[in-house]
Nanobody, 126 residues
Framework: VQLQASGGGLVQAGTSLKLSCAASVRIVGNRYAVAWFRQVPGMDRQFVAA????????YSSDSVKERFTISRDSARNTVTLEIQSLRPEDSAVYYC???????????????????WGQGTQVTVSS
């Protein structure tokens, strides 16, 4: 499985952004979990949101849930992450991922995912 993330850029605080991740295979819901993580320099990769194999959406926190929306389009083999009301602290490299890895079933853990995109940089200016 190959993943290609896109949609990042330099944006103003308060605006919205839609990140997309194109997969090379059909990411059928009952077979694959999909997720977005983000990482800033010097820090561990941080879980943002996921859709598990049952179709349930999981977010890292209530505050993320208020502004972030993860979606999967199995017909188009894409996973998207929409971010509303961007804040400077949202600045990071955002990675999409697809599992299962066979190592962990915890969708909030990076160990649950076998495949990763190359990342797309989001920079939010104040």
């Amino acid at each position: 499985v190959q993943l290609q993330a896109s949609g990042g850029g330099l944006v103003q605080a308060g605006t919205s952004l839609k990140l997309s991740c194109a997969a090379s295979v059909r990411i059928v819901g009952n077979r694959y979990a999909v997720a977005w993580f983000r990482q800033v320099p010097g820090m561990d990769r941080q879980f943002v949101a996921a859709i598990n194999r049952s179709g349930g959406r999981i977010y890292s926190s209530d505050s993320v849930k208020e502004r972030f929306t993860i979606s999967r389009d199995s017909a188009r083999n894409t996973v998207t992450l929409e971010i509303q009301s961007l804040r400077p602290e949202d600045s990071a490299v955002y990675y999409c991922s697809v599992g299962p890895s066979g190592i962990s079933s915890n969708v909030a853990s990076h160990t649950a995912y076998a495949y990763w995109g190359q990342g797309t940089q989001v920079t939010v200016s104040s």
